[in-house]
C-alpha cells in the first residue's frame, strides 16, 4: 500500500512539472485537473490502512521516490491501475479498502483518458 502511495504522489509531481513547463495554456489546466483527488486519495489510504492500524512509523521523507516520476502521464496511470488491480485481488485487504481502490482505479481511468490528451 505504501508503494501506491508513493506512485500516487510521483503522479501529482509529474503532473506538476508537466504543467510548469508547458506554454500551451489548455494543457496548462489539464495538466492541473490531472492532480484532483491526489491528495484525498492518499490521505484516505494513510488513514485508513496504516494509521487505522497505528503503523505511524512507516511515513518517512521516501514517500516521494524521484525514481517513480515520469513525465510520460498515460504510462504513469497504466502503472498505477495495475498496481490498483494487484492489490483488490490479492487478498489481504478488506472490503471497505477494496471500495476505496476501486474508487481510485475509476479514478484514474478518468485520468488516463485525460493524459492521452496531453
Keep these: 500500500m505504501y508503494i501506491l502511495m508513493q506512485h500516487l504522489i510521483a503522479f501529482k509531481y509529474a503532473c506538476k512539472i508537466n ?6 495554456y489548455s494543457k496548462h489546466l489539464l495538466f492541473d485537473r490531472l492532480t484532483e483527488d491526489i491528495d484525498t486519495w492518499v490521505d484516505s489510504i494513510a488513514e485508513n490502512y496504516f494509521m487505522a492500524d497505528d503503523n505511524k512509523k512507516v511515513f518517512k521523507p521516501d514517500i516521494l521516490n524521484p525514481k ?7 504510462k504513469m496511470c497504466m502503472i498505477i491501475i495495475s498496481h490498483l488491480e494487484e492489490l483488490q485481488t490479492d487478498g489481504e485487504t478488506n472490503e471497505g479498502l477494496n471500495s476505496l ?8 481511468l478518468n485520468k488516463l483518458a485525460l493524459a492521452k490528451l496531453a
Excluded: A, V
Aim: proline share 0%; no cysteine; aromatic share 10%.
Design 19 to 24: 504543467h510548469w513547463s508547458t506554454d500551451n
Design 68 to 74: 517513480l516520476i515520469n513525465r510520460d502521464l498515460e
Design 101 to 108: 481502490l476501486s474508487g481510485i482505479e475509476d479514478g484514474f
